[in-house]
């Protein structure tokens, strides 16, 4: 299956498939029949009204190696992740290997190049890219939410609707005070000597004519703009406004002539709108600059991809200052937005606030070193030669200096107040009365913040409880056309179109399948499919057995070896088919038969007539695989931890590996401490470049890629890692402490003991001279060099019985390592 919790390529970053791990270990101990748990797997994420544990087990299809390098070419991995399935796939559940037709028909082969593609067809539908990230699950994503949380979430929503109901209630509550509030403020707005808001404005169209051509400046009454295009008086934000539609723009002369050393407020409402022909708008709303060869000046404007910029330039890409806000602008809504610039000819010397609040900016340009001075007019809506936006536009002032945030918020108010109080009932629908109550709940009444913060409160609350415990990666299908691809290169298509489909000489899917993943999953469990069966209980006798009646498991073609017992294998395929695909049924089949019950001890003769025992005259002989054999460490010294589930874990490994293997030596190793360095080796965090060291010498893939039989090799290495990893030294201290505790007064019984455990038989008396022999010296050795039997028994974290004599827990910990070094216990006999 190629599990790992690394991405295989470039960084090898992490990723979190644990779920799906977890979901087979449930499956297997649950005996989910064989064919639900193939299909689920296969297409569990397009059965009909598909539950999230069978959307978790369609992450099969998703554990391939991927890339998160930046200038990969996306195709041609998106299509090698498709090759990977499709070779996955046909090893896994069929035993036959297709990848050699990818690129060409074969003579004597009997899958074409086109019924290759065919089957890829199946594939290259899903949705993840080809370049992905290398530090976390890249989508289409199922996210698994932690049950313990969601417990709670029932009663966070009660408290939400309880505070949400005191906050809606809560603007009826105050309106007395509100009214109360609104007319002092009125009094304070009216009288100049309260100085309530900034009255030093240099330029202010209110924009309150009826008609004419002409926008009056109450700031300086002698001066007007002039308003060129459509005139278009209308009711605004505070009573009359001007509409833009385009065309309409204002131009307003010689104000607002800055130096870029000089700093300068502007400050308007805007509502924006869609154009004539129904599209977003931009355009400029305040410039004063020159025409597009420099654009020397500044410059207030919201373009197509809905943010408000502000630049004031010498020449606009070389020499200027561009911000960028991070927020967008709000179709059809009054905003009101105030740009403060300091003089500092920086970009950190802009603020934009939007309704009184101050945005996040982007800094897109920041060299501004030369003059902004123009000659230009100033231009309201429009920039030299265009850009002109759609909308409405009130209240426009320029002053000449920076505005602080309470006296933005004071001209928001000023502008609220007169029109809110023109009516003489509240219309909670006026945006003037709403901008008001807003400012009051929030800044002058007492009761309000406190339920506002506890509703935020419980927002963050519900928010980590319904954040995932962890997600899995999934297929996601899109439509996509599969071509035959010349040789098989991602870039060279030809024009052969393929729909999905299975090989000819294989039987051909029902005629109501649907034609995707689900109908081939459905197709690999047809009663007149030869291989499914057969290649599943193959796999099941090669565990037991070494070596299956099909030596070759991924190849069931004619370059694989024939069965060597073809009825026992038919017969074992009908009966696990015919019994509704019944696993542990099988497995104790196998089990419980004479042929598994034998004893690999048997006569020379039978040695040289059967080397591989392909006969099956005698019991299996092989050494446990590398999980297998760190696990039966640690049951035997007493550490194995059998928490089920959950993140991979990091036990020990040599200081400094990933390091010296990884690109760019990240990230670190950070070892577990506690349980978690006992867990069982299928919780072991697998990082698929640098995989545990003491696991891969014993022959364990890397899983960057499907592998059905794991090689066997015997080397010195191996002897090494049993005799000296951290991992198993600790285990056999572990195992002195029980042989010392439980096996009885005498040394000869505590060997006795731990040799039973190691070997499930008991202890001849020649070997038991010869561990008495080791015990003694061992104990004469420690006797003299305390310092060294401490140093032994303190290997790993796990802490040991103080109780225990050093030089007796010493001396029998090296009989207890030569216990988990023998044959017997390495070795399945």
Request: neutral net charge.
């Amino acid at each position: 299956a190629r599990y790992g919790d690394t991405s295989v390529c470039h960084t090898d970053g992490n990723r979190d498939m644990w779920a799906w791990r977890d979901w087979v270990v449930d499956a297997y101990n649950a005996n989910k029949p064989f064919d639900d748990f193939s299909i689920e797997q296969l297409a569990g994420d397009l059965l009909p009204d598909a539950n999230l544990s069978q959307r978790i087990a369609s992450g099969f299809n998703r554990n391939n190696g991927t890339t998160d390098e930046g200038g990969v070419i996306e195709e041609e991995y998106r299509v090698m992740y498709a090759v990977d399935r499709v070779k996955t796939t046909s090893m896994v559940f069929l035993g036959i290997t297709m990848e050699c037709a990818q690129c060409h028909d074969h003579m004597y082969d009997p899958i074409s190049q086109e019924e290759y593609y065919r089957f890829f067809a199946f594939f290259n539908i899903s949705a993840d890219k080809g370049r992905q990230s290398g530090a976390r699950n890249a989508p289409p994503l199922v996210e698994i939410p932690d049950e313990e949380k969601v417990k709670k979430l029932p009663g966070v929503m009660t408290r939400q609707a309880e505070v949400e109901a005191l906050i809606n209630a809560h603007p009826a509550k105050v309106e007395p005070e509100l009214r109360q509030w609104i007319a002092e403020l009125d009094k304070k707005i009216s009288n100049p000597d309260a100085k309530f808001y900034p009255r030093d404005a240099t330029f202010h169209l209110t924009l309150d004519e009826t008609d004419g051509a002409s926008a009056k400046d109450s700031a300086k009454p002698e001066r007007s703009g002039r308003v060129e295009g459509n005139t278009a008086w209308i009711a605004a934000r505070t009573f009359g406004g001007l509409r833009c539609d385009g065309n309409t723009f204002i131009e307003a002369g010689e104000v607002g002539g800055f130096e870029r050393d000089q700093p300068f407020t502007l400050s308007l409402w805007v509502n924006p709108q869609k154009n004539a022909q129904g599209k977003d708008s931009k355009g400029s709303l305040i410039a004063r600059l020159e025409d597009e060869t420099t654009f020397r000046g500044y410059d207030l404007y919201f373009d197509a991809n809905e943010r408000f910029y502000f630049q004031l330039a010498h020449k606009a890409k070389s020499n200027a200052i561009r911000i960028r806000t991070d927020l967008g602008i709000k179709w059809d809504s009054w905003q009101h937005v105030c740009v403060t610039y300091d003089g500092s000819s920086s970009a950190g010397g802009v603020q934009i606030f939007v309704d009184g609040n101050p945005w996040k900016l982007n800094r897109e340009q920041d060299n501004l070193t030369k003059s902004i001075r123009t000659e230009k007019p100033l231009r309201i809506g429009s920039r030299p030669g265009g850009f002109r936006p759609s909308g409405i536009l009130d209240e426009i002032r320029i002053f000449p200096r920076v505005l602080k945030p309470e006296e933005v918020w004071a001209l928001i108010l000023r502008d609220s107040v007169a029109p809110a109080l023109a009516s003489p009932e509240i219309d909670k629908t006026d945006q003037n009365w709403k901008t008001l109550l807003k400012y009051y709940l929030s800044n002058e009444d007492k009761e309000y913040p406190v339920l506002t913060k506890r509703a935020n409160e419980l927002a963050e609350e519900e928010k980590e409880l319904r954040r995932p415990l962890t997600t899995v990666m999934v297929m996601g299908d899109q439509e996509r056309t599969t071509y035959i691809l010349r040789r098989g290169n991602y870039d060279d298509r030809t024009k052969h179109k393929v729909r999905p489909g299975i090989p000819a000489n294989l039987p051909p899917l029902e005629p109501n399948a649907p034609s995707n993943r689900l109908g081939l999953a459905q197709w690999l469990f047809q009663p007149e499919n030869p291989l499914t069966a057969r290649v599943a209980v193959n796999r099941y006798w090669q565990m037991f057995f070494g070596v299956g009646l099909v030596a070759t498991p991924e190849d069931f073609g004619t370059q694989g070896e024939v069965p060597s017992h073809p009825e026992l294998l038919d017969w074992l395929a009908s009966d696990f088919r015919d019994h509704g695909w019944n696993v542990k049924r099988s497995l104790r089949t196998i089990l419980t038969s004479a042929t598994y019950r034998q004893s690999s001890e048997a006569p020379r003769e039978l040695y040289i007539q059967d080397p591989k025992n392909r006969l099956l005259a005698r019991g299996s002989r092989f050494r446990l695989q590398a999980e297998f054999l760190r696990d039966n460490a640690l049951s035997l010294g007493g550490l194995l931890d059998e928490t089920m589930g959950g993140p991979g874990v990091k036990p020990y490994q040599p200081e400094g590996l990933w390091h010296e293997i990884l690109q760019g030596g990240d990230p670190l190793f950070v070892q577990d401490h506690g349980k978690s360095l006992y867990r069982r080796s299928v919780y072991t965090f697998w990082r698929r470049t640098c995989a545990p060291p003491n696991m891969l010498l014993f022959d364990a893939p890397t899983r960057e890629k499907c592998i059905v039989r794991r090689s066997l090799t015997n080397t010195p290495l191996q002897a090494l890692v049993t005799l000296n990893d951290v991992q198993y030294v600790e285990a056999a201290r572990n195992l002195a402490q029980r042989m010392i505790k439980k096996g009885g007064f005498q040394a000869q019984d505590r060997i006795a003991w731990g040799f039973r455990l190691g070997t499930s038989r008991k202890i001849r008396e020649k070997e038991l001279a010869v561990l008495l022999d080791v015990y003694r010296y061992s104990r004469e050795r420690y006797r003299a060099d305390s310092k060294a039997a401490v140093k032994l028994i303190s290997m790993g974290e796990f802490k040991r019985d103080e109780s225990l004599d050093p030089v007796e827990h010493a001396a029998t910990t090296v009989v207890a390592s030569m216990i988990l070094n023998l044959d017997e216990t390495l070795t399945r006999e």
